[in-house]
């Protein structure tokens, strides 16, 4: 059994700043990628950044230089997301591709926290 716990969401103005944690526990074996998805009403859910186990990363063009995704340690991966805009306005999700220890390989979900961005 694996878990994925969010924390950071809330309301922030337009221009400010927030940071999101995803803390993942269970019979973890080895976490591969971790991503960052988003999904605002009405529309699909999205992958907005993903970081591989070794550091590299990627972003959705809508948020680049404006988002930052790490790794803490193993198990932990943060998105700084500065310079929000309305349109940042989403559910966020956190996502994992882990090994466990009983060998099977899967991806899992966290439970989702919501950013919303309003004057």
């Known amino acids: 059994q694996v878990q994925l716990v969010e924390s950071g969401g809330g309301l922030v103005q337009p221009g400010g700043s927030l940071r999101l944690s995803c803390v993942a526990s269970?019979?973890?074996?080895?976490?591969?990628?971790m991503n960052w998805y988003r999904q605002a009403p009405g529309l699909e859910r999205e992958l907005v950044a993903t970081?591989?186990?070794?550091?590299?990363t990627n972003y959705a063009d809508s948020v680049k230089g404006r988002f930052t995704i790490s790794r803490d340690n193993g198990n932990t991966v943060a998105l700084q997301m500065n310079s929000l805009e309305f349109e940042d306005t989403a559910v966020y999700y956190c996502?994992?591709?882990?090994?466990?220890?009983?060998?099977?390989?899967?991806?899992?979900w966290g439970q989702g926290t919501q950013v919303t961005v309003s004057s």
């Open positions: 996502n994992a591709l882990v090994h466990t220890l009983t060998s099977v390989t899967g991806d899992y």
């Open positions: 269970g019979s973890i074996l080895h976490i591969n990628r």
């Open positions: 970081i591989a186990n070794g550091g590299s």
